[in-house]
């Protein structure tokens, strides 16, 4: 059964910093490109971070310089970590696994093959 869990996140001060873990199970975590997607109320599902096989990353604009995606395959989870919070980053913050991706789907959500149920992270001004 495949599962992908977050956990890490609850209520921060802004400019705080939140790390947040996505524990993954059944399937070949290593064979599979993570992604950290958020959504806020009233507001579509956005792509955040994206971290291939190994070590290559991109980010949004809204979160470069301040958030860093990371993975340890051995332990089979992915990471993000949050810094300098603001307000604006408040959201529910969702895991997920893609086996296949190009440079032109790695921000689509439809390119995802498995979801976490998501963290909520707010920030408070």
């Known amino acids: 059964q495949v599962q992908l869990v977050e956990s890490g996140g609850g209520l921060v001060q802004a400019g705080g910093s939140v790390r947040l873990s996505c524990a993954a199970s059944?399937?070949?975590?290593?064979?599979?490109?993570m992604s950290w997607f958020r959504q806020a109320p009233g507001k579509e599902r956005e792509f955040v971070a994206f971290?291939?096989?190994?070590?290559?990353?991109y980010y949004a604009d809204s979160v470069k310089g301040r958030f860093t995606i990371s993975r340890d395959n051995a332990k089979n989870t992915a990471y993000l970590q949050m810094n300098s919070l603001k307000p604006e980053d408040t959201a529910v913050y969702y895991c997920?696994?893609?086996?296949?991706?190009?440079?032109?789907?790695?921000?689509?959500?439809?390119?995802?093959?498995?979801w976490g149920q998501g963290t909520q992270v707010t920030v408070s001004s």
């Open positions: 059944g399937f070949t975590f290593n064979n599979y490109a």
């Open positions: 997920a696994a893609a086996r296949y991706f190009s440079s032109a789907s790695y921000t689509r959500a439809d390119r995802y093959d498995y």
């Open positions: 971290i291939n096989w190994s070590t290559g990353t």
